[in-house]
Antibody, heavy 122, light 107 residues
Framework: VQLAESGGGVVQPGRSLRLSCAAS????????MHWVRQAPGKGLEWVAL????????YYADSVKGRFTISRDNSKNTLYLQMSSLRAEDSAVYFC????????????????WGHGTLVTVSS | DIQMTQSPSSLSASVGDRVTITCRAS??????LNWFQQKPGRAPKVLIY???NLKSGVPSRFSGSGSGTDFTLTISSLQPEDFATYFC?????????FGQGTKLEIK
């Protein structure tokens, strides 16, 4: 399993940015995918989850209405469209593949990329 | 939304020590609790899933227990490579959530 995030950088408050995550080494269309972020020196914050089919999407309250998770299964790529960015959105953003779901375990980010840094600053 | 609270926030210990980290959920999450280890500059790695299941390849000195609202991660005999930050995560319901982390440092 390999996951490679891209698209991070410095962006002004109120602007938009789109992150991408290129996936390989597994059948992308068979797994849910997550975005998780980590502000510098802080803990992990779950951001969003999209089901394998892309039909169902879930968001943290802190980003709901501003961020959109999506995927292109034909390109093995996960996206995070971020708008109305705030200083508190500054973080390393990780994409992660969900675990192989069973009756006793699902919604666990099992395999992680290295992350891409987003800095929101004027 | 479910809040996850870890204790302690930091811990100093020596090689060979037995260490326990606790995680408490704000409501019952059955056994939908996972533990991660993160080293500086690296992505987190899964140690324990579904409260007590050791992920393949993880040393057997790591163990997890608990159900409902109270969970523990135990390292039976600390090794130098275990000094890291540990996070719990509930996978019971969305929005998913992590504990604030426990930083394990060398005494």
């Amino acid at each position: 399993v390999q996951l490679a995030e891209s698209g991070g950088g410095v962006v002004q408050p109120g602007r938009s940015l789109r992150l991408s995550c290129a996936a390989s080494g597994f059948i992308f269309s068979s797994y849910g995918m997550h975005w998780v972020r980590q502000a510098p020196g802080k803990g992990l914050e779950w951001v969003a989850l999209i089901w394998d089919t892309g039909v169902n999407k879930y968001y943290a309250d802190s980003v709901k209405g501003r961020f959109t998770i999506s995927r292109d299964n034909s390109k093995n790529t996960l996206y995070l469209q971020m708008s109305s960015l705030r200083a508190e959105d500054s973080a390393v953003y990780f994409c992660a593949r969900d675990t192989e779901c069973t009756s006793t375990n699902c919604y666990m980010p099992e395999y992680w990329g290295h992350g891409t840094l987003v800095t929101v600053s004027s | 939304d479910i809040q996850m609270t870890q204790s302690p926030s930091s811990l100093s210990a020596s090689v060979g020590d037995r260490v326990t980290i606790t995680c408490r959920a704000s409501q019952s999450i059955s056994s939908y609790l996972n533990w991660f280890q993160q080293k500086p500059g690296r992505a987190p790695k899964v140690l324990i899933y579904a409260a007590s299941n050791l992920k393949s390849g993880v040393p057997s000195r790591f163990s997890g227990s608990g159900s409902g609202t109270d969970f523990t991660l135990t390292i039976s005999s600390l090794q130098p490579e275990d000094f890291a930050t540990y996070f719990c995560q509930q996978s019971f319901s969305t929005p998913l959530s992590f504990g604030q982390g426990t930083k394990l440092e060398i005494k």
